[in-house]
């Protein structure tokens, strides 16, 4: 009996060491999905950022306006998709600021312009 349990032990082992790999692989091929999308995901929303200062001049009030194409997981193809929804989909939670820390996403700062009066005397 002592020869033939040599066999089975490594047939026991090689099988465990074949499930740890398949466990490890499954972990980073999702991970590594996830990461795509996370690359898609912030690739759209310095498109929108774009079209935001550029179009709409940072103006917070237009966050649902700014359309980019992008591909939500589970989706076959993209879509017109809002900054509102990207900012959304980023981790941003709705709330009384949402437009401001949206905006502030795309580097609008809430800085307001104030006018100077002439200078006296002018130039």
Do not use: W
């Not at 740890?20 to 759209?44: D, R």
């Not at 700014?66 to 993209?78: I, N, P, R, T």
């Amino acid at each position: 009996m002592k020869g033939s349990s040599l066999p089975v032990n490594t047939i026991v082992v090689v099988a465990i060491a074949i499930l740890v790999m398949m466990v490890i692989g499954g972990f980073f091929a999702l991970n590594v999905g996830q990461g795509v999308n996370t690359i898609e995901l912030n690739n759209a929303i310095t498109n929108a950022c774009n079209v935001l200062r550029t179009t709409y001049n940072c103006n917070v009030g237009s966050l649902a306006s700014v359309e980019v194409q992008f591909k939500e997981l589970g989706q076959e193809s993209e879509n017109p998709t809002s900054l509102e929804r990207l900012c959304t989909l980023s981790g941003l939670s709705a709330g009384a600021d949402f437009a401001k820390q949206c905006a502030a996403k795309c580097g609008c700062g809430t800085a307001t312009v104030t006018t100077l009066p002439p200078p006296e005397g002018g130039f």
